[in-house]
């Protein structure tokens, strides 16, 4: 998967010390033994094992290993207890404003009900085989990009869900995976305390069926959506790693001989009327 991933990294612009990330569900002992990556040395929020993972480290998990029990239950390595599942506990703790608020965000969690032994958490261009979900951090510019590629071809993502709350476990990991779908996250306190996320950095993931056609939007949709100056650095990157760019410069709709004056500058320029 690394010419997707260079693609991605060409036309997408990440920071340097962030990677794409593959996360896969590993269901049996026998999967889990024979996936060849270091298991994790000791416990961690599920949120820390991506973050390792999106720094350049891989790892494969079991149920003892993750600490968080919110991730525990919503990824399907235990079950939530009732006052989880109908909202007693998040009211208590003072995460909404009245009891019928809290059962509503609680009754709407991404449970996966399923036997799960392990996970396997690596960047995204050292897996082996395709990936259950792919998870991106990034500027709110190019989670802009990565929307528009998916709109491209798939049109309104109707199943985004976010409430602030666990951010990676729950948003991104859990509802991808059962939607099928791109789901979107601000992440959550807990997940930026841990995680030592920086505060411009939010979330992208979707299951990994839609990945090429995504990257497909976004490369379709490079002519139109990005002004010259970021077409320029796309080609940058396309040097850096080996992906053949060919843009059109002068074509992005946003400026597109409107004769609006951009932001900065002095003087009124009335608007171009249409021909008749």
């Not at 802009?144 to 109707?158: A, E, K, L, N």
């Not at 299951?207 to 080609?235: C, H, M, N, S």
Request: charged content about 25%; some cysteine.
């Amino acid at each position: 998967m690394k010419k997707e991933t260079k693609e991605f990294r060409t036309y997408l612009k990440f920071e340097k010390d962030r990677h794409l990330i593959g996360v896969k569900f590993l269901f049996t002992q026998q999967e889990y033994l024979a996936c060849p990556v270091n298991e994790a040395t000791h416990q961690m929020f599920f949120c820390m094992m991506v973050k390792s993972a999106a720094v350049g480290h891989s790892m494969k998990v079991a149920k003892d290993h993750i600490y968080c029990s919110a991730a525990s239950d919503v990824l399907g390595f235990t079950e939530p207890g009732e006052d989880i599942r109908n909202g007693k506990t998040a009211y208590q703790r003072q995460f909404y404003e009245t009891p019928e608020i809290a059962k509503e965000v609680s009754q709407g969690i991404p449970y996966l009900h399923h036997q799960v032994y392990g996970m396997c958490i690596r960047p995204l261009e050292e897996c082996e085989q395709e990936p259950d979900v792919v998870m991106m951090f990034c500027k709110p510019y190019t989670a802009m990009r990565i929307i528009q590629g998916y709109s491209y071809t798939f049109g309104v993502d109707r199943q985004i869900q976010t409430v602030g709350m666990g951010g990676i476990c729950t948003e991104l990991m859990a509802g991808a995976y059962q939607r099928q779908d791109m789901n979107v996250s601000f992440l959550c306190s807990g997940t930026r305390f841990a995680g030592s996320w920086r505060d411009d950095e939010v979330g992208v993931s979707f299951p990994y069926v839609i990945f090429l056609r995504v990257l497909d939007g976004v490369k379709q949709t490079a002519d139109t959506f990005e002004p010259d100056e970021k077409k320029e650095e796309i080609q940058e990157r396309g040097k850096l790693f080996g992906i053949p760019v060919t843009l059109e410069m002068g074509t992005n709709y946003h400026r597109s001989s409107l004769g609006v004056a951009r932001m900065g500058v002095t003087g009124y320029y009335p608007r171009k009327r249409k021909k008749e």
